[in-house]
């Protein structure tokens, strides 16, 4: 039996995949460890998406040799997306990793380990797709916030994106797995869900397309939600990240009308021209964007909206990134993730265009976003002051232990000084007082009834 470390980088996908794996372990016999030095394996759940990710990786794996070279009996593993873009070519670059495992075999995780502890080296698991992909389903304990995976892969090969290549096609659970699980984890004192898919609102499309079921009305994910909202004692369901192409009007009805189901909508836009839209092989246009996000406002008039940019895209003019800008600027978003270009080798943009855009003009374009996102963040938030918001109970702020902090179902830290009988998991009203770009301040006025759930475990995975 081994003690063991993992260390996540990238999606929200990859620290569910973490959690289920040391899940998986643990039922196996093998002991999680918080502290790196204290592991015999210690395994790499790695990203991707960007080239820095990756550096990150190699670089971090790479000053372990000197750890291996001192204790030989230390394991080391990579997994997750690089390990399936990689391979067997990792040896050559990290010749002292022990093991590299692909996106969707972690289920063999436990069969690895047991080939170390017989004394072998270089092993790998890296086929994907298909039957013999296990869906790994436990979850390590009572987190009031449960991640839950619904699908996996994408289909939607956006031009710049290594996702299709490193997670593989796309494949959904069955609407009864997946209430099943979730089930299971609000028994267990989850509150809220957040579920996740890389290309969420295609769940069950690729299903559906194969049995001969597939129309422009389809939405398998609204009758999934429909579902889910059924579970009693589950408050909130989130899910991340929904693709214009699905966000037909049967899933726009179905999310607006669900009470339980937050109106803070994650929409990736890239970008803000069409050109560039269709460069990246999006299948939406500015306009089609825009009118989904002023039909869900006009549906649910609170709801306010996320997106990720990626600036500097191969041939992005000065002009085009300025429409970008002006699209920001019309949606007014709460939160936005901006990246810079990265070519990533396989794609199809890396194969027909030129990254030819300087780092330090991507550079620019991302902070004049950044600001841009600042002022129009700061106003928003201003916009809460004497209001009062229903948060989430949480618990203690890292920051300060003096204060507690929830969120709001439209996904705003809130920060406000406890109560003796608040406990985490609980609903109450806070007033607002103060308002920064990232938090709001403000006091308890009224305490929902507790929501049994004494023994949540928020934050103590
Ligand atoms: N370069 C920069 N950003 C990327 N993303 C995906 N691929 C790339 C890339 N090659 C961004 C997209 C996506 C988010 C998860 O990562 O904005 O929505
Ligand atoms: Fe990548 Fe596009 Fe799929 Fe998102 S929808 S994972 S950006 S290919």
């Not at 979850?139 to 994106?161: E, P």
Request: proline residues 3%; neutral net charge; glycine residues 6%.
């Amino acid at each position: 039996m081994y003690t063991f470390y993992i260390k996540t980088y990238g999606c929200q996908m990859n620290e569910r995949d973490s959690e289920s794996l040391s899940a998986l372990l643990q039922a196996e016999g093998h002991q999680e460890v918080a502290l790196e030095e204290a592991a015999q394996v210690l395994i790499f759940n790695t990203c991707s998406v960007r080239e820095q990710a990756e550096r990150k990786v190699i670089g971090k794996v790479g000053i372990l040799k000197r750890l291996k070279a001192r204790k030989p009996a230390v394991k080391l593993g990579i997994i997750g997306c690089m390990g399936q873009r990689l391979g067997e070519k990792l040896f050559e670059i990290l010749p002292h990793l022990d093991f590299v495992v692909g996106t969707d075999q972690l289920a063999k995780v436990p069969k690895i380990f047991d080939e170390l502890e017989q004394g072998k080296t270089h092993l790998t698991a890296l086929s994907t797709g298909g039957e013999i992909v296990q869906e790994l389903d436990k979850h390590l304990g009572k987190n009031m916030l449960a991640y839950i995976s619904v699908m996996r892969g994408c289909d939607q090969f956006c031009t710049y994106c290594i996702v299709p290549h490193t997670r593989g096609r796309e494949k959904s659970r069955t609407i009864e797995a997946i209430t099943a699980e979730v089930r299971e984890q609000v028994e267990r004192g989850s509150k809220e869900i957040l579920l996740l898919g890389q290309n969420i609102t295609a769940y069950g499309v690729a299903e559906a397309r194969k049995a001969g079921q597939y129309s422009p009305e389809f939405s398998a994910f609204a009758d999934l939600l429909q579902a889910l909202h059924e579970i009693p004692g589950l408050l909130r369901i989130r899910f991340t990240s929904p693709h214009v192409r699905y966000m037909n009007q049967k899933f726009i009805e179905t999310v607006c009308k669900l009470p339980k189901v937050c109106k803070a909508f994650h929409i990736p836009l890239q970008s803000g021209c069409n050109r560039i839209l269709a460069a990246m092989n999006r299948g939406y246009t500015v306009e089609e964007y825009l009118a989904c996000i002023e039909n869900i406002r006009n549906l649910a008039p609170q709801a306010n909206f996320s997106t990720d940019i990626i600036v500097g895209f191969p041939g992005e003019t000065r002009a085009e990134f300025e429409q970008t800008r002006h699209v920001m600027q019309q949606v007014q978003y709460d939160m936005a993730y901006i990246f810079r270009y990265s070519e990533r080798e396989g794609t199809r943009a890396a194969q027909t265009l030129l990254d030819e855009i300087p780092e330090e003009e991507k550079m620019v374009r991302n902070q004049v976003l950044l600001n841009d996102l600042t002022v129009s963040v700061e106003q928003r938030n201003k916009a809460y002051l004497g209001r009062s918001v229903e948060v989430l109970v949480e618990g203690k702020s890292k920051r300060n232990t003096e204060r507690w902090t929830g969120r709001s179902d439209l996904n705003k830290v809130c920060i406000f000084p406890p109560l003796e009988k608040i406990v985490p998991g609980q609903l109450c009203l806070i007033q607002i007082s103060r308002t920064t770009t990232n938090s709001l301040f403000g006091k308890i006025i009224e305490i929902s009834q507790p929501q049994n759930c004494s023994d949540c475990s928020l934050g103590e995975k």
